[in-house]
Each structure stands twice: as structure tokens, then as C-alpha cells.
């Protein structure tokens, strides 16, 4: 169990130091909270331009907030200290499509063409939910969402391409209907829901049986499940494509940004 923290939770320069420094071990979506976090794409520069024509055709499951130039583990345009390198807490290794290593950080592995992509991520937009009176029974009782791999395909662009992952919450229909009406204005964090109850139609078998396997996943009676694209679509383009080496970063580890979420919605 994650010890309680002992630094401002809600600064995002605070959170990251403390995951620099390996104060800070856990989930990131009950942290900084009005900021913008987002999923991590790390592949080389040979790669880049094809990996950047796939999240434009895929936009609901890869918008994309940031790109690095090749060799450099910071895109100052997002956060000025940010080093992707150290500050995110969990990653994934991947090689020729295989998942070889679940490390803490990747100094050791970086090399001078690869190029990093941070892309939106719901997390960013539960706070904005909440604050638009949807409750999120995963965060009452210290959950995720959890995330599972569909059969609708993606778009693809060169060596990307695979099925669509999609990020689950349970939500009483009322909760629903508005979830619908207010993520609908916040594109950068995946939009309106692509779906929501009978999960078969998406190619969901097993509720139970998460992508990651962690997140709530047990329904209450009066609950549907409501699902969002997700930004882990990446990593299985990743595996698709078995580049001789991408980078992502590992469940529920995001990226923290210094960038400010608006949860205003338009007149």
C-alpha cells in the first residue's frame, strides 16, 4: 500500500520531484488534479513522422499535447523541469513488439534519436467531471478506471495500427448522459464517450478481465459502463509495429504536465 505523501499533491513540479526521487511510487490520477496529465509514446526518430500520422488519424485516441525533438527527454512546452527519463514513475520497455522490462526509469535506456510524444489523457478530464457533479465511484473509493482492448480497428499509419483500447467508469445513467454532454467540449482528453453499456458490441468478452488487469471493473445494479478511447491504444500499436525499441509509460503512471485544465464549459 502507497504510504501517504508528503508534498504538495496538487503542484505539478511537487509530484514530480517526489517521483524523481522515488518519494512518490503510486497511481498519478488523484494527483495534481488541475493539471494536465498524459500518456507517453517514446519511439525512435526513424519512426516519429509515421507514429505522429497515426494519432491524426486516430484523434479520440491519441491527441496529442506534446512532441520532443529527437534526443532530448524534455518538451519544455508542457513543463520546463519535465525529464522523461525519471519523472513518470513506471514505464515499459518494449522490443521487436515484446515487453521486456517494467522499469522505474529509463536513463539507461536512452539514446540520442529517440523522440518522445505525450498524448491526452482522461485522468485530465475525471476532475472536470466532478466538478460538472459526475460522480466517479472508482475515485470515491480510491480505484482507476480500468482499460480494455476492443475489436474496433485503428486507423494505420506505416508500421501502426491495432484495435482500439478503451478506458471504462461505471456511472448511474443520469451521471452518464451528462459525462456525455460535458466530455464531449475536451477533445485533448478523448472526447465524448465511443460507447456505453453492452460491452459485446465492442468486442468486451469479460468486464472483469482488464487490459493491465487493474482498475474497477464490478458494476452496482444501477450502473452502466461508459467507455472512453484510451491512450494506451498506443501500446498496442506498439506491439503491432515491433519496433526494435519503443517506450511507454506503465498503467495509471502519466505524465504531469504544467499545463492548466480548463473545466469551463462554452456558453
Known sequence: MTAMPDFDTQSPAAVRAAIRSGAWRGYTNALARGHV????????????D??????????QALPLIGRGEPGSPRIRAIAADLDLRTDVGGYMVFRDGELVDTP??????????????????????EAVLQAHGVRLRHLDEGNVSAMYVTAVQTKPAGPFGGPLVVSMRALRAADAIRAITVSQHFPQFHGQPIHLGAPGLIGIEDLSQSYGGHGLTQLHEDELPV?????????????????PLC????KAHMVVTDLPVDDRLPA
Open 37 to 48: 496529465q498524459g500518456n507517453l509514446m517514446i519511439v525512435p526518430a526513424a519512426y516519429a
Open 50 to 59: 509515421d507514429f505522429a500520422e497515426y494519432c491524426r488519424l486516430n484523434p
Open 104 to 125: 522505474r526509469d529509463i536513463a539507461g535506456e536512452w539514446r540520442e534519436d529517440l523522440v518522445a510524444f505525450v498524448l491526452g489523457c482522461s485522468f485530465s478530464f
Open 227 to 243: 467507455f472512453w478511447a484510451c491512450g494506451a491504444t498506443a501500446q498496442m500499436a506498439a506491439l503491432q509495429a515491433r519496433l
Open 247 to 250: 517506450i511507454t509509460h506503465h
